[in-house]
């Protein structure tokens, strides 16, 4: 069992940045971050595997997310420049077990945390 605890998430203007933290409880293979809005599935943002630490994105955040980890402080990092509206919606941590070959994928991922709120404003 793998306990995840998000933070960071607020409110902010277009164009301007967040960063959301993921503590996890004991070791985890790859891990992701996830967005969702009211009415739509949730979809992968961000992914990260847990040795090598390759990082998989969806297109619409190339460029401005970055996500990163820190085993040794078992975070898991969601660097968010240059934010648009479209941003906006409730951000999930999610752990798999070990590595996965389909890491955006929501069904690969075991452990979620809460979730946290970004709201992005015009």
């Known amino acids: 069992q793998v306990q995840l605890v998000e933070s960071g998430g607020g409110s902010v203007q277009a164009g301007g940045s967040l960063r959301l933290s993921c503590t996890y409880s004991?070791?985890?293979?790859?891990m992701a971050w996830f967005r969702q809005v009211p009415g739509k599935e949730r979809e992968a943002i961000a992914s990260?595997?847990?040795?090598?630490?390759?990082?998989h994105y969806i297109d619409s955040v190339k460029g401005r997310f970055t996500i990163s980890r820190d085993n040794a402080k078992r975070t898991v990092y969601l660097q968010m420049n240059s934010l648009k509206p479209e941003d906006t919606g409730l951000y999930y941590c999610?752990?798999?077990?070990?590595?996965?070959?389909?890491?955006?994928?929501?069904?690969?991922?075991?452990?979620w945390g809460q979730g946290t709120q970004v709201t992005v404003s015009s």
């Open positions: 990260i595997e847990a040795v090598n630490r390759n990082t």
């Open positions: 999610a752990a798999a077990p070990y590595f996965t070959s389909t890491p955006l994928s929501s069904s690969s991922y075991e452990y």
């Open positions: 004991r070791y985890a293979g790859t």
